[in-house]
């Protein structure tokens, strides 16, 4: 009996927060990756080093998506063609969803406060969006006037943003 009021109290407890389903587990192989891919970056001539960010998902994606705080899901629907009734991103916070035979399969909010990772597209685009040819990203860590932040560009295009810096 307490088993079950216990597991009916988490129920509540988890509809009144709004738990969320946010992939915590890779969200920490991004970051501890990011960083030690950075830091690897500035003991090279290139300034930027490389990994696969599929060598760090446990699941199948074909695509993914950057999207910025406030997005609705019914905006996550409308850019991605796709339906999905997740919550909308929090404030303070951006998203990563990724997706696999036009299904969403995974997504993680992370704070750039916290951890400032930045993904930038090859081209100009209204919405990040990456496709599975970009696996491959450069990393390296920028600092300017405002702050540092961490990039993650596909490696085909990195020397080119580099240029931008």
Not at 13 to 41: H, P
Not at 83 to 92: E, F, I, L, Q
């Amino acid at each position: 009996m307490m088993k079950n009021y216990t597991l009916f109290l988490a129920l509540i407890i988890c509809t009144l927060f709004s738990c969320s389903r946010s992939n915590t587990k890779f969200l920490k192989k991004l970051e501890d990756s990011v960083k030690f891919y950075s830091d690897q970056a500035n003991k090279n001539k290139v300034k930027y080093s490389t990994f696969y960010l599929s060598s760090i998902t446990d699941f199948e994606w074909d695509k993914f998506y950057i999207f910025d705080e406030y997005v609705t899901n019914e905006m996550i629907n409308e850019i991605t063609g796709l339906t999905w009734d997740g919550a909308n991103v929090p404030g303070g916070n951006r998203r990563i969803v990724f997706i696999y035979k036009k299904k969403i399969v995974q997504y993680v909010d992370f704070e750039p406060y916290q951890f400032p990772v930045f993904f930038y597209t090859c081209g100009g685009t209204e919405q990040y969006e990456f496709s599975k040819q970009d696996d491959l990203f450069a990393v390296y860590y920028r600092c300017d006037k405002n702050g540092c932040i961490y990039v993650m560009v596909p490696e085909r295009c990195a020397k080119s943003i580099m240029r931008l810096d």
